[in-house]
């Protein structure tokens, strides 16, 4: 079971258990003798022009973080090389290359350290995590093309729906054209994910648990969106002056997060919801278990002075819940606290005065 990033969107359990829908080549090879550089290779201002009928590879900068990046021309399938475009898989039934087919590319390198050919302008995205889909329609609303059934944010989103995050419907997904699919490495499967690849679709995947705390969710956020050629949203920027003004806790309390009953399961190790209490002053008491969503005993904890309860994806509410622990609980926005996009923001505002209990 997994809880960061919206896994859970509008499936939170109401009244019930609700069964849950719960990497590759790196780039080409090296191009004119210069070794590709990793990360963020998006967002360039300046049109390439072709030397002696040939496609022309032209130095530029990154606008986020200024640095030298190639940009290239796709005939329908593939980087050029100094040598002329090479095909790259064409999707099934997409017929011969032509003139029309020829796109201009940007690089850029995803979460998992895997390069992603990403076809210029970005125009038609699909996303299968819930909390990218409102991080990516509060961003640009017209470029989204699809997305799962569990997003729910923003409300009134009226795009095609794909199934959900542990089984999309690829070929639905293939079907829209998108020039990029937002992935996350917890929340979709690998199979779906080199599936829409072996399309010829460019799929773009985050992983929070790589990065270091909040800071790092924001950067991700913002290397995903500048992936779709936008720059960093308004949203993101007062999320980012909202929890830099979070005063640092006077003093630190140690809680156990509950997100799910029968059998009792809670956070772990390496999760974003643990960042964010951990900026609160909040410390997960099962921060070092093995597991990231391990099983507990109520009655086997280790010491604590706090049970956060959030409403999902298990519906926690006065009634059902806290009468299992000794220890007070705070009743939290599960929004709030597990996804990372515009709510975040609001998180800043609420979650202090929502854990000051006992």
Same mark, same amino acid.
């Given at each position: ?11 939170? #359990? ?60 796709? #005939? ?173 806790? #006077? ?78 609980? #705070? ?28």
């Amino acid at each position: 079971m997994t809880v960061d990033g919206g896994t859970t969107a509008g499936a939170s #359990a109401r009244g019930g258990r609700r069964e849950r829908e719960a990497g590759g080549r790196r780039g080409d090879a090296e191009l004119g003798g210069e070794r590709r550089q990793q990360g963020l290779r998006a967002g360039h201002a300046r049109a390439e022009t072709a030397v002696a009928g040939r496609p022309a590879l032209v130095p530029d900068v990154c606008r986020l973080h200024r640095c030298h990046c190639q940009r290239r021309w796709v #005939a329908g399938c593939g980087p050029s090389t100094w040598d002329g475009p090479r095909r790259s898989p064409r999707r099934p039934g997409a017929g011969p290359a032509t003139v029309a087919d020829v796109r201009q590319t940007f690089m850029v390198t995803d979460d998992e350290g895997r390069d992603v050919d990403v076809p210029l302008p970005v125009q038609r995205v699909v996303s299968i995590v819930p909390s990218l889909t409102e991080a990516l329609a509060e961003s640009a609303p017209g470029m989204l093309v699809g997305a799962t059934d569990w997003c729910t944010h923003p409300a009134g989103l009226d795009v095609p729906r794909l199934r959900g995050t542990k089984n999309p419907d690829v070929d639905a997904i293939v079907a829209l054209a998108p020039d990029l699919v937002l992935a996350n490495q917890e929340e979709n499967r690998l199979p779906d994910l080199d599936a829409l690849r072996a399309a010829g679709v460019a799929v773009y995947v985050t992983d929070i648990r790589t990065l270091e705390g909040l800071h790092g969710a924001f950067d991700s956020l913002g290397r995903m969106l500048a992936a779709c050629g936008l720059d960093e949203p308004p949203w993101l920027v007062e999320a980012r002056s909202a929890w830099a003004a979070v005063p640092e806790p #006077a003093a630190r309390r140690r809680a156990v997060v509950p997100i799910w009953r029968k059998p009792w399961m809670a956070c772990g190790r390496d999760t974003f919801t643990g960042a964010v209490l951990a900026r609160l002053g909040v410390d997960n008491v099962l921060a070092d278990d093995p597991e990231r969503y391990p099983k507990f005993d109520p009655a086997a904890l280790p010491e604590h002075d706090l049970v956060v309860l959030p409403d999902e994806p298990y519906l926690f509410t006065a009634d059902d819940g806290p009468e299992a622990f000794e220890a007070p609980s #705070a009743l939290v926005s599960g929004r709030l606290l597990t996804w990372y996009g515009p709510s975040l923001a609001e998180a800043a505002a609420v979650l202090p005065g929502a854990l000051e209990v006992g």
